[in-house]
């Protein structure tokens, strides 16, 4: 009868249901680990190549401790957070001899060229806790001098550790045979207020 | 000595709550419970708060309230300007950003009469779909932790890694993706993710005949999910529902069909549709959408090759852009139901307004009516399968 | 007078301290399976930090619950609020003394073993119902009243399974149901009552609050049910007093179904330990594959089913013994 069926048979075909799940579970107990146990396994660089993590200053070909960068100020208005900062250098005081061609100049009365700016930035802030990866700087930059980073294992314990001066960082990865994390791990440990 | 402060029942006592548990309490029936479901709960997915009116188990009345999580997301747009909103879009909702990059970006390129090229057309897809399935990934993990079942969510996540890593090569990102410009998208595909994708499909094919096996024939899931939140087609209408919710309870409404957008209509795909109305017809629905997406992703990782133009359009919009006078509506089919959103621009470097639509929003209103008289476990069923993310919800 | 300090006492005294480090013990061993075992069905490693592989786990675990604050909530009812993790951690103690470990190695051999865990097991119900009563919190009474409810409705199945196998041997001493029991697998009582064993199992579940009927403990329900409240050591003693009552009830089934410390060529605790671990590892195993269910089904699971499949059970068995 149809009573019989639906009260004894499905619910053993039911309870079967519940032995299938306990296989795949069991199945799955004698399978290899999908973690990655940092810090005994890290992940492999070629994943990490495409990760977008915070920005960083590309260096001129010929003398890599010196930004692309050309002070336009176009990263820094384009950021819909507001987190990057670029001061430009100010005009260097002029040397003697230069004094001497611009006094000569406003005493022809002729135009009186004053030394300019190098173009390259004095002081190039990130403030990361502000920072949405969204690429904007890194796309509207006219000289591409910005690319990103990717370090995932960036660690802080203040949101101060996480206003980045890109410049630093741009000069410590210029120095030959110096990684970028170490150096800036002893950088942080001999800073008095994070020991 | 505890009765009173345990049980706030009568007018008369000290109601405690704030302003929404006083104004809920005044409508109390005798001798009820009256539940906060707070805004910390391990199964409100997000910030929700859900004042319930308990009788035993039973649930009386049930009010959301909402809030927790507004960001100002639309009155950001009025500030930032066009470029610059993108990003906002990406943390709308964490599930499928995606969907919301592109109705942003459709609706202005199509204030602007812009034309995508047909290569951009392609990668959108592609990532789009890519995200819909990490977005029903996601959905069922969570989904099953809040029926009790603590290891599907890692499995799902084990296959959510696979999509992450691709999503990631173009991208950069691996949650919150604000990957699409006015005009294209961000960057190209190249070789290593195409075949990365090609892989990828049969192996996430192989995985749900096993997903079939632990979860959806297991017999106590079907009893937690069967019968369970019935939501009559009526009910539907009513509350604007969309999505595997509405198409769950029989309504073949989905806006790749209905008002197909981009490329959709030179894929062959089904609309899957249940008509049980209740939560075991959304969860077969979503998982058969799952099924779905590997079929379109096939089809268009093939069309790729043959798609004409670069990945973004000639001379792009530059973040000083400024899009023209009007209003332009777009819509598009997200993991969840149906996103729009309406941009209003008077020609300035800002737009005027910014509405989005969100379905998480129209899919939570309809559940005051659906709980009322269901127990209180069947109402974390209901949360669960109406996929709600909250932060789409208060944007 | 030094009559009085017999040789039973002695032996009794000493059972009760072994019996205390063996619930200490087991705690430990068990959590540390549990989260291993749940590591492995999922993937990953589980703990692996603390100690070898994640071995000294337990005791730092239970190092830092002893550390932290004692919190009363507002409005509690103190005292009651902290005897329930008490009265639900006392009596575990208790129960472990009729079970036979080995030939030897019983507590106290008790004519009325079965009856007295029975008895005491039923204390854990009213602990619970303490428990989120005292809490002053509706998420805990909410909590009380399931786990209440599910403990009586769960104990009546289990009683009529464990008449069945009283019914065979005709006793309800636990060291002759073992004795009473053969060496090997075909003559243990399980192929006499395997319907009994069946029932026996999963009003275990149903007892001990374990998945898939953890619901007063739901944790993504009611955000920990009745121990919402609880703090540091009186969790820890209600979490104790969990895993103390899984090994107390797979024992009993060993005891009564799988021939207790009867084995293959030598009999011996081993074999004891071997399959109560077995039993445990299942109830382990079953709590990470399955959801959760609700609480009228489960109800239902017992009202509709166990309990006219226990009382068939038993007539089943009344009816061919009488053969």
């Keep these: ?106 005493a022809k009365g002729e135009k009186v060229k004053k030394p300019t700016a190098p173009k390259n930035p004095a002081g190039f802030m990130l403030d990361y806790s502000l ?55 002893q950088a942080r440990m001999t800073d008095g207020n994070h020991g | 000595m505890s009765s009173e402060t345990v049980f706030q029942t009568r007018a008369e006592d000290s109601i405690g709550g704030d302003f929404y548990a006083q104004h809920f309490q005044e409508g109390c029936e005798e001798n009820t419970l009256v539940l906060n479901m707070g805004p910390q709960h391990p199964s409100t997915h997000g910030v929700l ?108 996540f084990d296959d959510r890694e696979a999509i992450l890593d691709i999503l990631q090569r173009p991208t950069g990102s691996r949650l919150t993706y604000s990957s699409f410009r006015i005009g294209g998208v961000q960057t190209d595909l190249d070789e290593k993710t195409v075949q990365m994708i090609r892989d990828f499909i049969p192996i996430f094919r192989e995985r749900l005949p096993m997903y079939k096996a632990l979860v959806t024939d297991n017999i106590i899931l079907r009893k937690r999910v069967e019968g369970i939140g019935e939501m009559s087609p009526d009910v539907i209408d009513r509350y604007g529902c969309s999505g595997p919710v509405a198409r769950g309870s029989g309504i073949e409404y989905d806006v790749r069909r209905n008002e197909p957008y981009s490329i959709y209509d030179r894929f062959d795909f089904e609309v899957p549709t249940e008509d049980t109305c209740c939560a075991a017809g959304r969860y077969l629905v979503r998982m058969e959408e799952m099924a779905q997406t590997l079929r379109i992703l096939e089809q268009a990782v093939d069309g790729l090759d043959k798609a004409e133009g670069g990945c973004i359009m000639e001379k792009a919009p530059k973040p000083n852009w400024k899009a023209p006078a009007g209003e332009a509506w777009f819509a598009v089919e997200s993991g969840r139901g149906k996103v729009g959103v309406h941009v209003v621009s008077d020609g300035s470097k800002t737009p005027y307004r910014i509405k989005l639509r969100s379905p998480s929003y129209s899919n939570l209103s309809s559940f005051a009516e659906v709980a009322e008289g269901v127990l209180i476990a069947d109402a974390v069923s209901i949360l669960g399968s109406l996929d709600l993310i909250i932060p789409e919800v208060d944007r | 007078m030094t009559t009085f300090i017999n040789i039973q006492l002695l032996y009794l005294i000493i059972a009760l301290v072994a019996i205390m480090a063996w619930v200490g013990l087991n705690a430990l061993v068990l959590v540390y399976c549990e989260r291993k075992f749940a590591g492995h069905i999922q993937r990953r490693p589980g703990p692996f930090e603390v100690g070898p592989h994640g071995a000294l786990q337990p005791l730092i675990d239970g190092l830092k619950l002893m550390g932290k604050q004692l919190l009363t909530p507002d409005g509690a009812d103190k005292v009651l609020f902290w005897l329930a993790p008490i009265l639900s951690f006392v009596p575990v103690l208790l129960l472990f003394v009729p079970i036979p470990y080995g ?47 599910q403990a009586v409705a769960y104990e009546i199945p289990m009683l009529l399974a464990v008449l069945g196998v009283a019914f065979i041997t005709g006793t309800l001493n636990l060291t002759e149901i073992t004795t009473m029991q053969g060496a090997w697998p075909w003559q243990w009582n399980i192929v006499l009552q395997p319907l009994g064993f069946i029932v026996f199992l999963v009003s275990a579940f149903g007892e001990t609050n374990r998945a898939p009927f953890d619901l007063p403990e739901g944790e993504s329900e009611l955000t920990a049910g009745f121990h919402t409240e609880y703090s540091s050591m009186g969790f820890g003693l209600f979490f104790m007093a969990e895993y103390a009552y899984m090994v107390v009830v797979c024992s009993v089934c060993t005891v009564l179904y799988l021939g207790g410390f009867k084995g293959p060529f030598i009999d011996g605790w081993w074999w004891f330990l071997a399959k109560t671990y077995a039993l445990l590892f299942l109830m382990i195993w079953v709590r990470w594959t399955y959801p959760r269910v609700r609480f009228d089904q489960l109800l239902n699971i017992n009202w509709k089913w166990l309990l006219p499949l226990a009382t068939f059970n038993l007539l089943a068995t009344a009816f061919f013994i009488k053969l």
Excluded at chain 1, 55 to 83: D, F, Y
Excluded at chain 3, 115 to 132: D, E
């Design chain 2, 49 to 156: 708060r859900v004042i319930l009116e308990v009788d035993g188990e039973y649930i009386l009345r049930a009010e959301p309230v909402l809030g927790y999580l507004h960001r100002m997301h639309e009155k950001m747009g009025e500030v930032k300007s066009w470029y610059q909103f993108i990003p906002n879009m990406g943390r709308v909702d964490y599930g499928h950003p995606l969907a919301w990059n592109w109705a942003y970006v459709g609706a202005v390129e199509k204030l602007a009469g812009i034309e995508v090229p047909e290569r951009a057309e392609f990668i959108r897809v592609i990532t789009c779909e890519l995200n819909r399935l990490a977005s029903h990934l996601l959905w069922w993990g969570a989904y099953l932790l809040d029926l009790g079942a603590f290891t599907p969510i890692l499995y799902a």
């Design chain 1, 131 to 185: 920072c949405s990866l969204c690429g904007t700087c890194v796309e509207v930059c006219p000289v591409k001098s910005l690319r990103f980073s990717n370090d995932i294992y960036l660690v802080g314990r203040s949101r101060d550790d996480f206003k980045f001066d890109l410049l630093e960082r741009l000069r410590s990865q210029a120095e030959p045979g110096c990684p970028v994390s170490e150096k800036k791990q």
């Design chain 3, 103 to 149: 030939p030897v190695l019983t507590g106290m051999e008790m004519n009325l073993g079965i009856l007295l865990i029975l008895a005491f097991a039923g204390f854990n119900s009213l602990a619970l119902l303490l428990a989120g009563w005292a809490s002053n919190n509706k998420w805990g009474l909410l909590g009380a009243a399931r786990a209440v409810a």
């Design chain 1, 1 to 106: 009868m149809e009573t019989i069926r639906r009260n004894i048979l499905q619910p053993i075909k039911d309870l079967w249901s519940l032995f299938v799940g306990l296989k795949v579970t069991g199945k799955f107990f004698a399978m290899k680990q999908v973690t990655v146990h940092y810090p005994r396994q890290v992940i492999e660089d070629e994943n990490l190549k495409s990760y977008a993590g915070h920005i960083e200053l590309v260096g001129k070909p010929k003398s890599p401790s010196i930004p692309k960068c050309i002070s336009c100020q176009m990263c820094a208005t384009s950021c819909p957070s507001g987190c990057i900062k670029v001061t430009r250098q100010k005009a260097p005081k002029p040397t003697p001899e230069q004094q001497k061609a611009m006094d000569e100049a406003k």
